[in-house]
């Protein structure tokens, strides 16, 4: 069984879309594209930097395309990246130029290869993909890269069905620009009780 996480960039009110530039997804008239930017420092890099560690991917057809048209030209920006598997979600794409790409068609597939044998699977960005995968139990770890700010409009992580769901934090960091970087995983159902009882 392999362990699936995922790693997503997000604001105070949960937007996740177009992190990392402004032309990254301007779809619905989304106008803040970059907002990571101003936020970054040493010490949020650092730990970045080990998330980028070679592992498999699990990638939506959109952010597929938008690594497959970034990275191969900036490997040395994430050493590996070109090595491990791409796995991609994609009614529509069949191949790429990109060595190791493997288009998955459906949720069975993913289950599949969750229940192959492999290396650990981490998904970044693919917000379609990463509410299909909380929907259906199929997630063990979260990094939440949380920035102070909120957006009011886009493209939202818990949106659309997440499973009510226990985490466990099991690590944490503050940056000096105020990102929360938080490490949850997978702690079974959730449970109620009354406050003061």
Same mark, same amino acid.
């Given at each position: 069984?392999?362990?699936?996480?995922? %790693?997503?960039?997000?604001?105070?009110?949960?937007?996740?879309?177009?992190? =990392?530039?402004?032309? *990254? @997804?301007?779809?619905?008239?989304?106008?803040?594209?970059?907002?990571?930017?101003?936020?970054?420092? *040493?010490?949020?890099?650092?730990?970045?930097?080990?998330?980028? +560690?070679?592992?498999?991917?699990?990638?939506?057809?959109?952010?597929?395309?938008?690594?497959?048209?970034?990275?191969?030209?900036? *490997?040395?920006?994430?050493?590996?990246?070109?090595?491990?598997? !791409?796995?991609?979600?994609?009614?529509?794409? !069949? +191949?790429?130029?990109?060595?190791?790409?493997?288009?998955?068609?459906?949720?069975? @597939?993913? $289950?599949?290869?969750?229940?192959?044998?492999?290396?650990?699977?981490?998904?970044?960005?693919?917000? !379609?993909?990463?509410?299909?995968?909380? $929907?259906?139990? /199929?997630?063990?770890?979260?990094?939440?890269?949380?920035? &102070?700010?909120?957006?009011? !409009?886009?493209?939202? /992580?818990?949106?659309?069905?997440?499973?009510?769901?226990?985490?466990?934090?099991?690590?944490?960091?503050?940056? &000096?620009?105020?990102?929360? %970087?938080?490490?949850?995983?997978?702690?079974?159902?959730?449970?109620? =009780?009354?406050?003061?009882?």
């Amino acid at each position: 069984m392999r362990k699936i996480t995922l %790693i997503s960039m997000i604001t105070l009110d949960g937007v996740m879309q177009a992190p =990392g530039g402004p032309g *990254e @997804d301007r779809s619905g008239g989304f106008k803040y594209g970059g907002w990571v930017a101003p936020y970054l420092d *040493e010490v949020g890099g650092k730990v970045m930097e080990k998330q980028m +560690k070679p592992a498999d991917l699990l990638l939506g057809r959109k952010t597929f395309q938008i690594f497959a048209g970034y990275w191969p030209k900036h *490997e040395n920006g994430w050493p590996g990246i070109s090595d491990v598997t !791409k796995y991609v979600l994609s009614k529509t794409m !069949k +191949k790429s130029d990109w060595k190791n790409s493997v288009f998955l068609k459906s949720l069975a @597939d993913i $289950k599949k290869l969750k229940r192959s044998k492999g290396s650990d699977i981490k998904v970044w960005g693919s917000g !379609k993909l990463i509410q299909l995968l909380l $929907k259906n139990d /199929l997630v063990d770890e979260l990094w939440l890269i949380i920035h &102070p700010l909120t957006l009011g !409009k886009g493209k939202k /992580l818990f949106d659309n069905g997440a499973i009510p769901a226990a985490f466990t934090l099991i690590g944490s960091t503050v940056t &000096p620009s105020g990102v929360i %970087i938080a490490n949850y995983k997978r702690a079974g159902k959730v449970k109620t =009780g009354t406050v003061g009882a």
